[in-house]
């Protein structure tokens, strides 16, 4: 008996879910891992460090999207979607279960990477294969709305974390926070994986994976990659403006809400949580649209607005802080990143070749992750200090919508006569 395309969705992004739930709590307890795993002399040092952790995940992305990938292309989409969320499982319950600096030394922020290279290995398939899974099981003509839910599915556990940070707040005092409380999420989020395991087991092949006759192994996806290479670099320019503007406005921004705009830590979770409403409910209707009037004008018009809008948003909003005044920027910025996501990620799957997609559109993604978007934190951090602009993050912002923009008029130029 075939499941209902809802119950499908629930139970592909469910990883997704998990993988995201992860990476915004380690964005927003970032002060507090920093002084459990990286203390130092300097607030901004631990800190740097701490991000350049949580960035070193992702340059493990590209050698899962190519070796994971490749597992997926070859035996299927749901196998792969299962061994994804296991090797991320791993990672998670390493990093909520380890010791601090001061009981086991210097082993203590050498697990924690480890537990952040198994995460970022699993998560370099994890969307491709997730998005892969959607385009091939949507009914004709709806493939971005179905693909968006990819991304959805990030903000529902974006909001979830918001909403648990926001809880631990109101009831635990700074000490306990910074002691033990903020492991509690991440202990939440590791009794999440048993549930996750059995909902994803339920998953059928896709007709369209099932339909071929032959499934290249690694050595010939190797091949085809390196024929492909230029939809590889576009697909990873498409997709730097998504993740730098994605890791921008909500796993840094409520480090940058406390440590940069001096609000309460409720307040930036607050907005936090807003911004994942305004991301969840934009992605799906842009991807609907684009698949009315086409992926290009929609890549166009948002990656053109965030050019010209990223550095100014900020620096109204640094110029008279208040809590109104970031929810406003950041809904703006949402706005911009659920209308050009909605569309680009099914883009995607569209311009890689059919026998390496998930594999192609994995180490596009990965490639631009790894560069750009995961360091997001820490370019941020280093850009304020560095400039003293609170509102230098535009311009990494605009920088990455140049990418975008650029990406698209290459993708999509008309065809030589």
């Known amino acids: ?35 459990a795993f990286f203390p130092s002399g300097s607030e901004f040092l631990s800190l740097m460090l701490t991000f350049m952790t ?5 340059l493990m992305r590209p050698l899962g999207a190519i070796f994971l990938g490749a597992y997926v292309d070859q035996m299927g989409r749901r196998r792969g979607l299962l061994v994804t969320l296991g090797i991320m499982a791993v990672g998670t319950l390493l990093i909520t279960v380890m010791p601090s600096y001061r ?13 952040r290279l198994l995460q970022g290995f699993s998560a370099g398939v994890e969307l491709g294969g997730v998005s892969v899974y959607l385009s091939e099981m949507a009914s004709p003509g709806h493939k971005g709305f179905f693909v968006a839910w990819q991304s959805a599915s990030q903000q529902l556990a974006i909001m979830t974390a918001a909403a648990l940070g926001f809880v631990i707040s109101q009831a635990l005092n700074n000490e306990d926070i910074a002691d033990w409380g903020w492991r509690i999420p991440f202990a939440l ?18 007709g369209e994976f099932q339909k071929r006759t032959h499934r290249p192994g690694l050595a010939e996806v190797l091949r085809d990659l390196a024929t492909n290479w230029r939809i590889v670099i576009l697909g990873m320019l498409l997709v730097v403006m998504t993740t730098v503007n994605f890791y921008a406005i909500t796993v840094y921004a409520p480090t940058f809400g406390k440590a940069v705009l001096h609000l309460s830590g409720s307040e930036s979770l607050l907005v936090t ?41 900020l620096n109204w909003l640094v110029g008279e802080i208040t809590l109104a ?12 990143y659920g209308g050009y996501n909605g569309a680009m990620v099914v883009a995607l799957t569209e311009i890689v070749p ?64």
Not at 189 to 206: A, D, H, K, N, Q
Not at 326 to 332: E, G, H, I, V, Y
Not at 369 to 383: E, K, R, V, Y
């Open 273 to 313: 949580f807003c911004t994942g409403l305004s991301n969840f409910l934009w992605l799906p209707i842009m991807g609907s649209l684009s698949d009315r009037i086409g992926r290009r004008p929609i890549l166009l018009m948002f990656s053109t607005l965030t050019l010209l809008t990223a550095y100014p948003v």
């Open 325 to 336: 005044h970031m929810l406003m920027a950041l809904l703006w910025l949402s706005f911009l």
């Open 54 to 58: 949580f960035g070193a995940g992702f």
């Open 103 to 115: 009981s086991i030394g210097p082993l203590a922020p050498l697990l924690v990477l480890v537990g």
């Open 189 to 206: 989020g590791c009794l999440m994986v048993p549930f996750l395991f059995y909902i994803r087991r339920s998953l059928e092949e896709t």
């Open 1 to 35: 008996m075939r499941s209902s395309p809802l119950a499908t969705v629930l139970r592909v992004t469910s990883g997704n879910f998990l993988e995201m739930f992860d990476f915004f709590l380690f964005g927003f307890y970032a002060p507090h891992i920093a002084n």
């Open 354 to 417: 059919a026998k390496v997609r998930t594999t192609g559109f994995a180490l596009a993604y990965s490639l631009a992750t790894a560069l750009f978007g995961g360091f997001t934190p820490m370019i941020s951090t280093w850009l304020i200090a560095a400039s003293g602009d609170k509102a230098a993050l535009g311009w990494w912002m605009a920088g990455a919508a140049a990418c975008g923009l650029a990406a698209t008029i290459l993708v999509y130029r008309p065809p030589k006569q």
